[in-house]
């Protein structure tokens, strides 16, 4: 099961089947507890234990078999449901063991159910938990089920054969809410297939699966929004979140020296012809940075960004859009069908060149901003070891303002981090100022630096620096 599938799982059963403390019994006359834990024997009732007396006292086995033949005996009330064995009940489990109760029947439920349907293993987290759901009310066996000789559920069967999850939606039966969910979860599952979205991620984020978040550099939660201002146009919370990232990686890089020259955002109908509408809502975006090697750098960020040129009708540009942005035109989104089947999106459906597949932009964004940060610390040690050598003994250690003024006041550093011939004029000053653009992230860089120039005294003398080459 994908993990957002297992963490989504408890609130969405909970809120279909209600969490029952107490024993009651199901619609088959079997005693059960918490969502749906079956307690068939007494053994097992006394195994799901610790119970607790309405007094707070824990049961003895004996008091737990006793309420099991009781709750047993009680069969006028399984019509109704387990609320209805609330105000007899006598013993209770605790809200933290009804949860573990949960987890652990879910492990085995689930195993049951993939050895079955293989095909579940493989599936978009959506199908996983549709199918989840569909198997918890019916049980795990229930497309083996027959009717006379016939199969019970023979559509259903079809779809999950053929891992057609537009049939399985269609395939759902009965009416209101959790009918409407399983079937919405199975119709996104086939659009994860056709797009060629991360199966990974749960891209149904109604009530009442929690959506995923993505968390920034240190920041706050990431919340996904189709039409955001950006940079002077419009284009979504991916292309927003995801591309100054970009920036970040592609300065750490050597890859560009200020930042990523936007051509064409999103919103934009009818803006450029060459475009297709493929730029008429969110996650397509035109820029500057197309050589091979920026492109790999793309991909790594998890963008399907392609060089565009005057060969194939272009001005020299670089188009894509993070992979897995739901926001983007229906022109677009034929092109990221394009992009699963390993094509280039346009009408020759040539080969896409370059690194391929790639990761989901959320699950890129995640391994390069931890690279990112990495790369801070190296800069500030560098900055700090330069910091030491400009200064007298330090007497005590400065402040990290002091720090931070005495790098930005440290010109014609040379480029010691990167040996891109290309980007030679990168400094620690360039690459400070431009990553630390904003006055928190600034304060946050000159904090490293103290942290590292703290790091250097506490190591004894200072240590020898290279000398300067102008
Ligand atoms: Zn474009
Ligand atoms: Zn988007």
Redesign the pocket.
Same mark, same amino acid.
């Given at each position: 099961m994908r993990a957002s599938v297992a963490a989504a799982w408890p609130a969405h059963v909970d809120h279909y089947e209600g969490t029952l403390t107490w024993m009651y019994l199901d619609t088959k006359l079997k005693v059960t507890t918490g969502v749906g834990n079956l307690i068939d024997s007494i053994a097992a009732a006394q195994a799901a234990g610790p119970w607790f007396k309405p007094d707070g006292t824990q049961a003895t086995d004996a008091e737990v078999a006793t309420e099991w033949k009781r709750v047993k005996a009680l069969t006028s009330l399984a019509k109704q449901s387990g609320w209805a064995y609330r105000t007899s009940a006598r013993l209770n489990l605790t809200p933290t063991r009804v949860a573990e109760l949960l987890s652990t029947t879910t492990d085995r439920f689930w195993a049951e159910l993939v050895q079955r349907w293989p095909v579940l293993d493989a599936a978009p987290a959506d199908a996983q938990l549709a199918g989840l759901d569909l198997a918890w009310q019916n049980g795990y066996a229930f497309l083996e089920l027959k009717t006379g000789t016939s199969w019970t559920w023979p559509n259903m069967r079809a779809a999950w054969t053929a891992a057609d999850w537009t049939k399985a939606a269609a395939a759902v039966p009965g009416t209101g809410e959790r009918a409407d969910a399983r079937k919405r979860l199975f119709r996104n599952a086939a659009q994860v297939v056709a797009l060629g979205l991360d199966r990974n991620v749960l891209w149904d984020t109604t009530t009442p699966t929690a959506p995923t978040t993505v968390l920034a550099l240190g920041e706050e939660p990431y919340v996904a929004q189709a039409k955001v201002a950006f940079r002077g146009g419009w284009t979504c919370s991916c292309v927003a979140k995801s591309l100054p990232m970009v920036e970040n990686y592609m300065l750490m890089k050597g890859l560009i020296q200020f930042n990523i020259d936007i051509f064409?955002l999103g919103y934009n109908g009818g803006g450029v012809a060459a475009?297709a509408g !493929? $730029?008429d809502a969110g996650g397509? !975006?035109?820029v500057g940075q197309y050589s091979d090697a920026q492109i790999q750098a793309w991909r790594e960020c998890g963008w399907t960004m392609q060089h565009r040129t005057p060969a194939q009708g272009f001005s020299h540009h670089a $188009?894509g859009w993070p992979l897995g942005c739901p926001h983007m035109s229906a022109g677009a989104r034929s092109q990221a069908t394009q992009w699963a089947n390993g094509t280039n999106g346009l009408a020759s459906y040539g080969r896409i060149t370059g690194k391929y597949p790639i990761d989901n932009w959320q699950t890129a964004y995640t391994k390069r901003s931890a690279e990112i940060m990495g790369f801070k610390d190296d800069v500030a040690e560098l900055a700090a070891k330069k910091v030491l050598a400009a200064l007298p003994a330090p007497a005590k250690v400065p402040t990290a303002k002091e720090i931070a003024q005495a790098v930005l006041n440290l010109d014609e550093v040379p480029n010691t981090f990167t040996s891109n011939a290309d980007n030679k004029s990168v400094s620690p000053k360039t690459a400070l100022s431009t990553l630390g653009s904003e006055s928190q992230a600034m304060l946050d860089a000159a904090k490293r630096i103290e942290s590292a120039v703290q790091l250097l005294i506490a190591a004894g003398p200072t240590p020898p620096v290279a000398a300067t080459q102008k």
């Amino acid at each position: 099961m994908r993990a957002s599938v297992a963490a989504a799982w408890p609130a969405h059963v909970d809120h279909y089947e209600g969490t029952l403390t107490w024993m009651y019994l199901d619609t088959k006359l079997k005693v059960t507890t918490g969502v749906g834990n079956l307690i068939d024997s007494i053994a097992a009732a006394q195994a799901a234990g610790p119970w607790f007396k309405p007094d707070g006292t824990q049961a003895t086995d004996a008091e737990v078999a006793t309420e099991w033949k009781r709750v047993k005996a009680l069969t006028s009330l399984a019509k109704q449901s387990g609320w209805a064995y609330r105000t007899s009940a006598r013993l209770n489990l605790t809200p933290t063991r009804v949860a573990e109760l949960l987890s652990t029947t879910t492990d085995r439920f689930w195993a049951e159910l993939v050895q079955r349907w293989p095909v579940l293993d493989a599936a978009p987290a959506d199908a996983q938990l549709a199918g989840l759901d569909l198997a918890w009310q019916n049980g795990y066996a229930f497309l083996e089920l027959k009717t006379g000789t016939s199969w019970t559920w023979p559509n259903m069967r079809a779809a999950w054969t053929a891992a057609d999850w537009t049939k399985a939606a269609a395939a759902v039966p009965g009416t209101g809410e959790r009918a409407d969910a399983r079937k919405r979860l199975f119709r996104n599952a086939a659009q994860v297939v056709a797009l060629g979205l991360d199966r990974n991620v749960l891209w149904d984020t109604t009530t009442p699966t929690a959506p995923t978040t993505v968390l920034a550099l240190g920041e706050e939660p990431y919340v996904a929004q189709a039409k955001v201002a950006f940079r002077g146009g419009w284009t979504c919370s991916c292309v927003a979140k995801s591309l100054p990232m970009v920036e970040n990686y592609m300065l750490m890089k050597g890859l560009i020296q200020f930042n990523i020259d936007i051509f064409q955002l999103g919103y934009n109908g009818g803006g450029v012809a060459a475009s297709a509408g !493929t $730029h008429d809502a969110g996650g397509c !975006t035109d820029v500057g940075q197309y050589s091979d090697a920026q492109i790999q750098a793309w991909r790594e960020c998890g963008w399907t960004m392609q060089h565009r040129t005057p060969a194939q009708g272009f001005s020299h540009h670089a $188009h894509g859009w993070p992979l897995g942005c739901p926001h983007m035109s229906a022109g677009a989104r034929s092109q990221a069908t394009q992009w699963a089947n390993g094509t280039n999106g346009l009408a020759s459906y040539g080969r896409i060149t370059g690194k391929y597949p790639i990761d989901n932009w959320q699950t890129a964004y995640t391994k390069r901003s931890a690279e990112i940060m990495g790369f801070k610390d190296d800069v500030a040690e560098l900055a700090a070891k330069k910091v030491l050598a400009a200064l007298p003994a330090p007497a005590k250690v400065p402040t990290a303002k002091e720090i931070a003024q005495a790098v930005l006041n440290l010109d014609e550093v040379p480029n010691t981090f990167t040996s891109n011939a290309d980007n030679k004029s990168v400094s620690p000053k360039t690459a400070l100022s431009t990553l630390g653009s904003e006055s928190q992230a600034m304060l946050d860089a000159a904090k490293r630096i103290e942290s590292a120039v703290q790091l250097l005294i506490a190591a004894g003398p200072t240590p020898p620096v290279a000398a300067t080459q102008k």
